[in-house]
Each structure stands twice: as C-alpha cells, then as structure tokens.
C-alpha cells in the first residue's frame, strides 16, 4: 500500500537589532524583543493556532490513520514559551495523540556540523533534551539544518544513534532514480535515507497560490491523482509549516486543501506514516553524496549561506571564538553566541536576489545584505569584549582579537 510521510519544519530565529558602531562595548542588548515577539504573535495568529487546531482535529477525526511529523527548532521553542504560550500548549496536545512524531535537530538551527562537530552534537543533545521535557519523546529520525546532507553526516548521525534522516530528493544527486523509495545512507551499516519528493511538496508550499501555474487551482483531487500515479512505496511531503496561513494565506484555500486531504487519500488507499514508520522499510539501493545538499533554491546546495565573501568571513570568525565563549563559563555569553549560529543571520547575507528573491526577504529585518552583515559583526565584535574582560577577571591568558575595526 502507498504511504503519505508528511513532515513540518517549524522554526523562528532570534533576530538582532540594528546594532550600530556606536553600540560596541555599551549594549549587550542584541536581540529584537519587539520584532521577535511581532513576527511571532502575527504567524501564531495566521499558522501555527489554526493549523494545530486543523492538525488535531484530523487526528480526532481519523482515529490514527492520520499521522505527521514535525521538527521545531529550539529557537522556535524558546520564543513560544517567551511570546507565545498558546502555541507551545497546542503543540502539547498533539503530542499526546500519539500520530505526531517529533525529530531531532539542531537546537540553534544551525550550520555547526559544517564548521564544528563538537558543537553539532552538544547543539542536537540539547534539542533532543527539549523535546523529550516537553513532548515525552526521544526523537530517532535526525532532521539537519535546512536539510543540509552528505555522507559524512549521515556516518556521524547513525553513530549518534539514530535509525534514520531527511534529506532533500535532488535532481543532480538522484538522476533518474526515485526519491519515493527508502535508500540506505553511504559510509553507515543501516541509517535510512527519507528523501523529499520536491514536486508534490512544493506544489503545495509554493505553487499552490500561483494563479500563473498551469495547475492552478490546485485541488485534492486534483494533488491525490497525482499521488496516485506516482510509482513508488512513500511519497515523503516535506515543507515549512508556515505554508499554512503564512506563505499560503487562509484565502487560498489551503486549509480547505489540507482538511479533505485526508479524506481524497484513503478513498485511493493511500496510507500515512510517521519518519519513524516510513524508515522501517528496507531500504532498495545505497545513496552516495560526497558534496553537501540542501533544500534551499534552486540550486539544492549552500550558496543560500555560504555564497559570498561576507557569509563566509562573518561565519569563520563567528567559529573562531568557539572555544573562548565555552571557556568563559559564561551562560549568556554562551547563549548569545549559540544564537548568532542560527543559520537565518547567513541567509540574510545572502545577495542570490534572482528568481529566489521572495524567499530571501521573508521577515528579513535588513534592508540589504550588507546591512545584516554590518550589525552581525558589530554584536560580534562586542561579544569578544565580553569574552576579553571575563578572561582578565579569572587571569586566563588566551584573548580572541577584535574581528572587525568599524
């Protein structure tokens, strides 16, 4: 029988301030508290409370037949319980349904595995910790980063114990075989490799308002056939949860979509299953992936945060500093340091402005990149002031330098 693996990527970063010059050495204000909790209270309002409310009133409906997944950032995490309580508690009650799976991934949503594995792996023991405390779960499908894959990463996580991980269907990384198989993950004994189908997903995250597109509207009916006639065990429908609402608003239609969904699917014997679930099928070939993927652009790889020199340079000495922030034995000083990691502050670097344009300036607070960049360094260069007085306070001699001179 066919399967539907529908996952949702939830997560908000904590956005910094137009830090100035002038702010280094007086502020360690860097967060935006108004803008964060704006963004916040605006997408719970239009996404995250309706869709819940829609999730678990299919679950209710269904009596377990229907079952999602959902990988929701410990920045994300930290924001509901600051801004958004409500959220936090509806995310509760569809955890105790058991037809929701959570997944494991980096608490900062970050690009740690890139640059330290040390920090990669406390980052996802730290996200694995929250969502055992708050949904009584321990995850044991990983979900990196912007789904950010290659084989070194799938080595590393099946050494971390998990049974498998998601990774994007690409075309220049699949060829002319399937996503909508289970593959094994090369360089491991038997992680499984859960690959998105990009097509079906993105007809509903991104085509599904598109009066432009030939298929426009799109209807269940109309999304089912598709499924239907497409070969394959698992169709795996990955997407921001922010499709609902938010990037789709309410008068698209697509909640309408998602509530019949359901529905369309069975009449056609198509099942859903969790990761977990879908990763119990025997995998039908091995995949090889030297060169790291993502689900970013058009172009599936990581010029999104590490395309120009501004990304790069602010990124290796944000890495730079790792050790002086952990030997400060500051919590803060940590804490700040673990948000500057979040991938979002990268993206809003970037200056791919073509065909990707929207996507970048998607509660982007800067008004271009170089701007982002500017403020980034700034709280940067304030943080190693930090970290300098804390090592003269406890007579430690190792000093990170200034990074920029402004």
């Not at 301030?17 to 239009?46: C, E, P, R």
């Not at 309580?85 to 349904?97: A, Y």
């Not at 859903?272 to 879908?278: G, I, L, V």
Request: glycine letters at 4%; proline letters at 3%.
């Amino acid at each position: 029988m066919k399967s539907i693996c529908f996952y949702f990527q939830v997560h908000q970063p904590f956005r910094l301030k137009q830090y100035k010059v002038f702010d280094i050495g007086k502020s360690t204000d860097y967060f935006d508290d108004t803008l964060n909790a704006k963004i916040m209270q605006k997408v719970a309002k239009k996404c995250y409370l309706p869709t819940n409310n829609l999730m678990l009133n299919l679950i209710k409906k269904h009596k377990g037949k229907f079952k999602i997944a959902y990988s929701i950032t410990g920045t994300a995490l930290d924001q509901f319980e600051k801004y958004a309580p409500d959220v936090l508690q509806s995310f509760i009650e569809l955890s105790k349904t058991g037809c929701v799976e959570f997944l494991s991934e980096t608490y900062y949503h970050s690009l740690s595995f890139l640059f330290s594995k040390k920090e990669f792996k406390e980052q996802v023991e730290l996200h694995k910790k929250k969502i055992k405390e708050l949904f009584n779960q321990t995850p044991k499908i990983f979900r990196n980063t912007e789904l950010i894959y290659n084989n070194e990463l799938a080595h590393h996580i099946e050494n971390m114990g998990y049974d498998g991980i998601l990774a994007e269907g690409a075309d220049h990384v699949l060829g002319w075989r399937s996503p909508n198989i289970n593959y094994k993950a090369k360089t491991t004994e038997n992680l499984k490799l859960l690959l998105k189908n990009y097509k079906l997903s993105d007809d509903i995250a991104f085509r599904f308002s598109n009066k432009g597109w030939k298929d426009h509207p799109l209807t269940t009916e109309k999304f089912v056939s598709w499924v239907h006639k497409t070969e394959g065990k698992t169709i795996n429908l990955f997407m921001d949860y922010e499709t609902f609402g938010e990037h789709q608003w309410e008068d698209t239609g697509i909640f309408n979509f998602m509530k019949h969904l359901p529905d369309e699917l069975f009449k056609k014997h198509i099942k859903f299953r969790t990761p977990s679930e879908t990763a119990k099928d025997l995998p039908i070939a091995e995949l090889d992936v030297h060169v790291p993927m993502s689900w970013a652009d058009v172009e599936r790889d990581l010029s999104a945060w590490l395309g120009n020199e501004m990304q790069n340079a602010s990124i290796k000495e944000l890495y730079a500093i790792e050790n002086a922030v952990k030997k400060s034995n500051d919590k803060k000083i940590i804490e700040d340091w673990r948000k500057l990691t979040t991938s979002d502050h990268f993206y809003y670097m970037c200056t791919k402005w073509f065909s990707d344009g929207d996507v970048h300036k998607y509660f982007n607070p800067y008004d271009t990149p170089y701007d982002s960049y500017i403020s980034f360094m700034n709280v940067l260069n304030d943080l190693v002031i930090r970290i300098t007085k804390k090592q003269d306070k406890h007579i430690i001699t190792e000093k990170p330098s200034l990074l920029i001179q402004n």
